[in-house]
């Protein structure tokens, strides 16, 4: 028997099995109606042998697929599969099948579009009509699920029915819509300061540095190395008065040590994640060597490592960044003492065979997928093995990170970073996906990580800019850092092994222009920060893929441009050695801006359609949209909780067009876009002549002036001032 229930207008969620709360839905599945039910026309779900189900659902000849947020390839997920299963995957190559976050919800589109979302917190892998083009398949490995179909008139439509019965997406502090610049690692005092040091020298906006796993001592999380840091907090208020603030980094394993006081705890209140088969706390290694993991799945641990947070806040840290929660886990001893009993037994007999070279060819240790039976959560009483509930372990260390953060200031933000997720997390925390590398494939997947990710609700979202792993060139920074200024989260980040990729460390020419593109976002921020709070909290992705708003971009699903909010399209480059690209302009015109420090210069209308457009190094093709009115303001070296009072505004309307400025200290928490203090500005046609109107929401500023440049569809151009 089939259960449904109708939680809200276009969604109905089925229930198998007996599923596993995941925390994903924001009203408890039990208070709602369940009903029998019958599935979809067509559609089946069956038990499969042992345990788990498979669901078949047709797809029809010209349907694509969308969402699924972080993965791997195209915007378009028909033709591939997929395995949803946290995993720490380094190498982010095009056959890579499962990522740090799992996110199965999607959508099929087509003349009437369908929302699935399929929630069960172990792995489900899904064919997307990769074996039989016909057919969308997923298999649940756990015991039950929830299968949620939501219908809507557009894509639009049913990300918002789906962030209803998800919650809406995270918004973090103004402050962390400002430049990041991180490192693994800015290792000691000197190291950070120079940063800010050189930042400032070189005139480049920021707001944030992180600190990456050396600033611990021995990679024991909740301590300060205090040889490298002898006074964080001192170093966090010096850097305050410079506009910077400090990030940290935690990872989940905590170093088994005598009288280290985290590990302490834990052991002596029984906090850690046993070994399935009861022989006391599961040990797996990690950066501090063998290490136990919080069971983040009982109540008491979380509000426990919360808490950790909380006391690590005070040395200095504006927020956090929790890392390797998928759980990584480099070896057990176990298995590394079998690897070393082979390889002793392959030394010992000193000649190559077949067995030999599968040892060495062998993948490793590192996160082997047998370490994921070996330890048991505690769900609500029970044991359950890690792989039935495996996606929810970096969202619950989140969550509890989360509680902690928001229980010291309910009034306020906090800023969070995971790299782990499942659906629901998005509440709580931004993500990042990852360990890109300094290639220039990743420079494209950056673009459909974005688009996807935000359509399925992570929506402060992004990549390391220049690339993590690998050494990035100049040419790649200034197009990387160019993309990077589009999108919410934007930092620079590089591994250990790599080489320095700040700004700075090139040429002239590549500071100069990585500089441009840090103080174009910053000019932006008035667009950028206000549209992103309205997507959030009114549920609409705020990177968008051209299909979301043009119906002869809906075929198309281009992959390598997008809008930036609703107004703004960018086209970035991201090919090497290039001196244009190709635009499609959906739609009928479009305001061709040009990028400039200061923010947008309009250069004049430009038709719709497909052309060749030109783009040296120091140009990003930019597109104000039909209708849109973009707010930008002097750029400042750092965001701050004043809001300038100058704002200059570049329009593209025949008739009249609206924006809304935010006016909010940056950090207050509301619980609606209308409780925002802003000022909505409305320019509007009246017999021929352009009127500016201004109403204020929550707030009436002593000053305000506004400089507005509108452009007609004939290309026409006229300016306007308001002035209080
Ligand atoms: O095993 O903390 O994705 O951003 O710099 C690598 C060191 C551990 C992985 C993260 C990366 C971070 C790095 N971490």
Known sequence: MVFVAQPNSAVLVYRFGSPIETGAFV??????????????????????????????????????????????????????????????????????????GAHPFMIILRERPIGIFIDSPGEISLDAGASTRGMLTAKVSTAGFYLTVIEGDSAADIVSSYLTLVGEPFIPPRWAFGYHQSRWSYGNEGAVREIAQKLGEHDIPCDVIHMDIHYMRDYKVFTINTDSFPNLPKLSSDLREKGIRLISIIDPGVKIEDGYSVYEEGKQKGYFCQRADGKGAFVGAVWPGPSVFPDFFREDVRDWWGKLYVRLQSEGFAGFWNDMNEPSIFYTPDAFKEYARKVRGFDERNEFSEALSNLIWDKGLTNQESYYDEFVHDVNGERVPNREVHNLFGTLMTRATAEALAAEDESKRYFLLSRSSYPGMHRYAA????????????????????ISLNLSGFMFCGADTGGFGGDCTPEMLIRWTQLGAFSPFFRNHAALWARNQEPWVFDDETLALCRSGIKMRYALLPY??????????????????LFLDYKDAETRLDEDQFLCGPSLLVAPVVRPAVHGRHVYLPGSRWLKVKASEQGLDAEGVVPSGESFVSAALHEIPLYVAFGGLIPMTAPRRHTSNTCPSRYKLIGFTDSSAECAVLLDDGEARYSTWQSYPKFICSVKKVNDEWKCDVRFESTEPQQLELEIELWDSSGAKRTLAWRR
């Open 528 to 545: 950028i920060y206000s549209e992103f709070v309205k997507s959030a909290s009114t549920r609409t992705p705020f990177i968008r893929g």
């Open 431 to 450: 993500i990042w996906t990852g360990d890109n590398h300094s290639w220039w494939e990743h420079l494209s997947l950056n673009i459909q990580m974005l």
């Open 27 to 100: 009203s408890e599945p039990k208070d709602w109606q369940w009903r029998t039910g019958a599935l979809p026309a067509e559609w089946s779900v069956s038990g499969l042998e042992g345990k788990g189900f498979s669901i078949n659902m047709p797809l029809q000849s010209n349907d694509s697929i969308v969402g699924l947020g972080q993965h791997v390839g195209g915007v378009n997920c028909r033709g591939s599969s997929f395995r949803m299963y946290s995993t720490d995957c380094p190498v982010h190559i095009p056959s890579l099948r499962a990522m740090y």
